[in-house]
């Protein structure tokens, strides 16, 4: 079984003919593709190794705030009695 870190998707050894696997697909485990699809989003698999990776966090500022929404933040935050 091969991975392709370009098209990311796997190509086993049945059903795909040489030619449609990418060149730069590299041989991976059942028990590393599993890891990567049990755990997906916090592995990537880099030279031909899982690695654990820890997303940033996406902090999603609103566009607008209303006043009572601005407030209930001030309060949350201690900022303000």
Same mark, same amino acid.
């Given at each position: 079984?091969?991975?392709?870190?370009?098209? #990311?998707? /796997?190509?086993?050894?049945?059903?795909?003919?040489?030619? +449609?696997? $990418?060149?730069?697909?590299?041989?991976?485990?059942?028990?590393?593709?599993?890891?990567?699809?049990?755990?997906?989003? #916090?592995? /990537?698999?880099?030279?031909?190794?899982?690695?654990?990776? +820890?997303? $940033?966090?996406?902090?999603?500022?609103?566009?607008?705030?209303?006043?009572?929404?601005?407030?209930?933040?001030?309060?949350?935050?201690?900022?303000?009695?």
């Amino acid at each position: 079984m091969v991975r392709s870190s370009r098209s #990311r998707s /796997k190509y086993g050894n049945v059903g795909h003919a040489g030619e +449609d696997i $990418p060149s730069d697909a590299l041989p991976i485990t059942d028990e590393q593709w599993s890891d990567l699809v049990i755990n997906h989003g #916090r592995r /990537k698999f880099i030279s031909g190794q899982v690695v654990e990776y +820890d997303p $940033p966090v996406i902090v999603v500022v609103p566009a607008a705030a209303s006043s009572r929404q601005f407030k209930l933040q001030l309060l949350a935050a201690g900022l303000l009695d």
